[in-house]
């Protein structure tokens, strides 16, 4: 059975945002309460997280959203560059509204795993347990690393705005090691035209053509989020502190993603806060159907983790 969803927008400064709350189909008893779980991307939103969602909606509330400038949350100026932490800070807003007062679970995968370690270090009294999966943190990589990775992100930008889209993402599938490196015209962009190939309509010739949204959310990650995102400054004594007061933390990477940039970031981050690296099943986002996958796994493991 599938779940039952209620959707509602909330307004924030700069932006609109998308909520959507599950329903919980066979409730827990009051002294085995499951704490409600948010399901936190960027810029993945509500629709990617869904067929993962459908494996944890039975004995607890989950939430999803659309984070701000991508999908159903417009941005007020569409050229703001993404913040990790006014993105949490919209995390709060939106637990406000359909959890107030709760405390709460948090898997963030990808940019959003950053969002929901500026939620730790910014909102420990909101958070449970924050499972930040595979952020993308070149920051907290040493510094040779960091710097090259920085550079690597800046030639994406670059590649955007003087050959586009496909070309920069070319690139950054290379850089995050999806692909092999070359200018754009490679395997590494034909990897990245499929993976947009979700809604795509064909132009009569039999050529695919995305969806202009989604073409427009890559040119925002890139143009608006690559930079700010991968470059956030870790606030590692706002971590520390959110565990000394009893948040749990976990720095989780895929079986799969060995040698990959997310991979190495999120063992970079938990070096940082001696933390080890929590394994889960697949590579950087294995559970959406469309794409070949299977859920089950990845979320059985999230309830695992959290303890549920």
Do not use: K
Not at 241 to 265: F, I, P
């Amino acid at each position: 059975m599938s779940t039952r969803w209620s959707t509602r927008t909330l307004d924030v400064p700069g932006a609109r945002l998308h909520l959507e709350v599950s329903e919980v189909s066979e409730p827990a008893s009051a002294d085995g309460a499951v704490p409600p779980l948010a399901l936190v991307g960027h810029p993945m939103g509500a629709g990617d997280f869904r067929d993962l969602a459908e494996h944890l909606t039975r004995d607890r509330t989950v939430l999803l959203h659309d984070p701000r400038g991508f999908g159903a949350s417009p941005l007020d100026d569409p050229t703001d560059d993404a913040d990790p932490d006014r993105l949490a800070d919209d995390l709060v807003a939106l637990l406000d509204a359909a959890v107030p007062g709760q405390r709460v679970d948090v898997l963030g995968s990808s940019g959003g795993a950053v969002t929901a370690l500026a939620l730790a270090a910014r909102h420990p009294e909101r958070v449970r347990v924050v499972v930040a999966h595979e952020p993308p943190l070149t920051s907290a990589l040493p510094g040779p690393d960091a710097a090259a990775a920085r550079r690597g992100s800046e030639r994406v930008v670059a590649l955007l705005h003087e050959q586009g889209v496909w070309a920069a993402m070319g690139a950054f599938l290379a850089l995050a090691g999806f692909g092999a490196a070359g200018d754009g015209h490679d395997g590494a962009e034909d990897g990245a035209q499929d993976g947009a190939q979700d809604g795509a309509q064909d132009d009569g010739d039999g050529q695919h053509v995305p969806p202009p949204e989604q073409v427009a959310a890559l040119e925002r990650m890139i143009a608006h989020g690559l930079l700010t995102v991968c470059g956030y400054a870790l606030d590692v004594p706002g971590l520390r502190a959110a565990q000394d007061s009893g948040v749990r933390l976990v720095l989780a990477a895929g079986e799969a993603s060995d040698g990959q940039l997310a991979r190495r970031c999120a063992e970079a981050v938990a070096g940082r806060l001696g933390l080890p690296t929590t394994l889960f099943p697949g590579d950087h986002a294995p559970w959406v159907v469309a794409m070949g996958d299977d859920p089950a796994p990845f979320a059985a493991r999230v309830r695992e983790v959290l303890g549920r």
